[in-house]
């Protein structure tokens, strides 16, 4: 099948298709005597498998590594992958929970104030309390350059 037709079965661009193979997530395809690109019907199930890998969070460095490894993947090494995704999303929820809790205090505090007609003293109030820390982020570490990467995904300045 060629990228068009491929494209409409999967719901993506040309150009993501294109990116997935370029960057090693999808097998280059066979070409036809005119050049074109012809996929077969395994390309539609390994863009599923991409896709929905993605919205649940995994990234594309390691799916391409769960690709690379596939003959060598033992139903412990994707179920390992699976809990440490897990495991990401729970610290997640934690954090966000912690973030709404102070955003409640804070949301209290500025209508206090607001009743008040004066926010004099507010910016004092407005640390959070020992008590209740909010949990500190993971900074995200860039795998690449930020150059690199968007010339990688075609975003390049020109």
């Not at 863009?47 to 799916?63: A, N």
């Not at 995200?140 to 990467?149: E, F, G, I, K, Q």
């Amino acid at each position: 099948m060629k990228i068009g037709e491929l494209a409409a079965r999967t719901g993506l661009a040309p150009s993501a298709i294109r990116y997935y193979e370029q960057s090693g997530l999808l097998p280059e395809p066979q070409r036809g005597p005119n050049g074109y690109r012809v996929y077969p019907e395994t390309a539609v199930e390994r863009l599923h498998l991409i896709r929905t890998s993605q919205q649940l969070g995994f990234s594309l460095d390691t799916l391409r590594g769960a690709f690379a490894r596939c003959e060598t993947l033992s139903p412990d090494d994707l179920l390992g992958g699976v809990d440490g995704r897990l495991d990401e999303i729970v610290e997640s929820m934690a954090t966000l929970r912690a973030q709404r809790t102070e955003l409640r205090r804070l949301r209290t505090l500025l209508l206090e104030a607001r009743r008040a007609g004066s926010c004099a003293g507010l910016m004092k109030d407005t640390r959070a309390p020992a008590s209740s820390p909010v949990p500190a982020r993971k900074p995200r570490v860039p795998t690449a350059p930020l150059r690199a990467r968007t010339a990688r995904n075609g975003l390049a300045p020109r």
